[in-house]
């Protein structure tokens, strides 16, 4: 995946302009003019289609416990299937180009990032469905195995995504919140989208009553090939799929180059564990390596010759 970093001059003019970036740093989520063609689209909704009918690229060599990994049995439901840019190679060479990198990195504000983590996503167009509705949370509730609050999530919808699709919604400016303390049941490692609902909306009001804060939902309104990128603290989650037609997605996390593990543990004293933890290569300590080239590949730096870590 790694190679060299190079924007063409019309790639160049996609990246965030001074303005941009500091829009993202106010309001903790940014959306780009389009950055794919429809062609590009087609080929990774095909891809996906092939993915679901059981065909990979590549296979993980395990598949840590914690995985999200939707498979036919397990129903009509919301699907998610992590590792996707690992199993998918359209996915890996598509979703993952450069540009999408050196936007990601500009918005941090990092010479350079590498991948975090990815999924495809495949919500019904079911109102009934209750997994259609993803509870508010923030990602790094989920990453608190990371060093860093440099973590930025691609949302990249793989055609028009407004709100009757159940878009993304974010709670504006919400990154700047301070975190309420720890909750006894609080689970990381719960999948985002399981958690309990009601418990979730108590918690956001909870969280802005704690900062002084309003809570301010902004549905994301894509046209095909347009992506957004949200920090890795703001408060998202998206409602059911009305369309008609299935809302088909794709996430792609990024890290910035000094993300490192750390150990912690959850409010009941368990260790928190994160899927790439019995997956990654070891650090020379005998941490999780949340550099190795295979899982984790530098997908944007400043320094265009290929990189090796
Ligand atoms: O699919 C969605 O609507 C939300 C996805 C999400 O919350 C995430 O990837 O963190």
Not at 67 to 93: C, F, K, L, M
Not at 274 to 300: A, I, M, N, Q
């Amino acid at each position: 995946m790694e190679g060299r970093f190079t924007l063409s001059p019309g790639e160049e003019r996609l990246r965030p302009s001074p303005e941009d970036v500091a829009f993202y740093r106010n309001h903790g989520w940014f959306l780009t003019p389009p950055l794919f063609t429809e062609r590009e689209l087609a080929s990774v909704r095909e891809a996906g289609e092939r993915f679901y009918r059981g065909e990979r690229d590549r296979l993980l060599p395990i598949r840590p416990s914690r995985t999200a990994y939707w498979q036919p049995g397990d129903g009509d439901g919301q699907r998610h299937n992590d590792y996707i840019a690992y199993e998918s190679d359209a996915v890996r060479t598509i979703l993952c180009k450069p540009l999408v990198g050196a936007i990601a990195a500009r918005l941090i504000g990092t010479p350079s990032v590498r991948l975090w983590s990815s999924t495809l996503i495949h919500k019904p167009s079911d109102p009934d469905e209750p997994s259609n509705v993803v509870p508010w949370h923030t990602d790094r509730h989920h990453w608190q195995v990371c060093t860093s609050d440099d973590l930025i999530t691609a949302f990249i919808p793989l055609h028009d995504c407004d709100v009757e699709h159940g878009t993304l919604t974010v709670l504006d400016s919400s990154h700047t919140w301070d975190d309420l303390p720890p909750q006894p049941g609080d689970d990381p490692n719960r999948h985002f989208a399981g958690r309990p609902r009601q418990a979730m909306d108590s918690a956001v009001r909870a969280a802005a009553s704690y900062n002084g804060a309003t809570v301010q939902p902004v549905p994301l309104r894509f046209r095909a090939g347009q992506v957004s990128f949200h920090h890795c603290r703001t408060y998202h989650g998206s409602g059911p799929n009305l369309s008609g037609s299935p809302r088909q997605v794709v996430t792609i996390r990024f890290q910035e180059a000094s993300n490192r593990w750390r150990p912690v543990t959850d409010p009941s004293g368990s260790p928190v564990v994160y899927s790439h933890d019995s997956l990654v290569r070891r650090t020379d300590d005998g941490h999780p390596d949340y550099s190795d080239p295979e899982f984790c590949p530098v997908l944007w730096s400043d320094d265009p010759r290929p990189q090796h870590p």
